[in-house]
């Protein structure tokens, strides 16, 4: 059974810090990897998808990385701002199966101006 | 392009009452998830579905609630007389397939139970 963990559960950094999120997951036989935002009160936001042939994926100040013979997929976020206060969940879906994606329980990370 | 709708944004029912939660997905999605996310923890798969037929429920608790996706209109995730524990967070969302591609999710329907 696959499951997604995320670290550290919570996390407060002052504004224009770098900053990295951990995700590691059990079964590495994954498709992909996916990193959403979640703002409180609203719906999930698609960050990043990793596919399990990459080792990383770049959108502006994100980077995500991937290493599925350990389990674990990094997010890093370069020069943080106060409006990327949210929680941040990794998701996992199969190789093969069911389509349904396997989510970490999030970090709630609070950028302080 | 609309995005997933779910309505109603918020629902609030007393014990025993049925709560049912609607989804619209994107335009050109003929594939639905449902997710619930309760309190202080991540999403849960339920239940998933492509135009009248349920392909995977291995989510869904095995009383009291059921999902179905008909050829016209929105995916219905139902519940029966609804206890304190389904007060949750109830997400959907839409993919034009099955396959690799990415999952859009709505804003979500949030559930309370008293």
């Known amino acids: 059974k696959q499951e997604v963990t995320q670290i550290p559960a919570a996390l407060s950094v002052p504004e224009g810090e770098n900053l990295v999120l951990n995700c590691s997951f059990t079964d590495s036989a994954i498709y992909n990897l996916q990193w959403f935002r979640q703002d409180p009160g609203k719906g999930l936001t698609s960050l990043l998808l990793?596919?399990?042939?990459?080792r990383e994926q770049t959108s502006g100040r994100l980077n995500a990385s991937l290493d599925k013979s350990s389990g674990r997929s990094t997010l890093y976020i370069a020069a943080s701002q106060p409006g990327d206060s949210a929680t941040y969940l990794c998701?996992?879906?199969?190789?093969?199966?069911?389509?349904?994606?396997?989510f970490g329980q999030g970090t709630r990370l609070t950028i302080n101006p | 392009n609309a995005g997933v709708m779910q309505n109603p944004r918020h629902l609030v029912r007393r014990r025993g009452q049925e709560a049912r939660l609607r989804c619209s997905p994107m335009k050109g999605h003929s594939h639905v998830y449902w997710y619930r996310q309760l309190p202080e923890e991540g999403l849960k798969f339920m239940v998933y579905l492509q135009k009248e037929n349920i392909i995977d429920e291995s989510g869904m608790p095995k009383e009291r609630f059921s999902a179905e996706f008909p050829k016209e209109g929105p995916s219905i995730l139902r519940i029966q007389q609804v206890v304190r524990g389904d007060s949750a967070a109830y997400f959907c969302a839409s993919s034009p397939s099955g396959g690799s591609d990415t999952q859009y999710f709505g804003p979500g329907t949030r559930l309370t139970v008293l």
């Open positions: 998701a996992v879906k199969k190789v093969q199966g069911a389509q349904k994606l396997v």
């Open positions: 990793i596919q399990s042939s990459q």
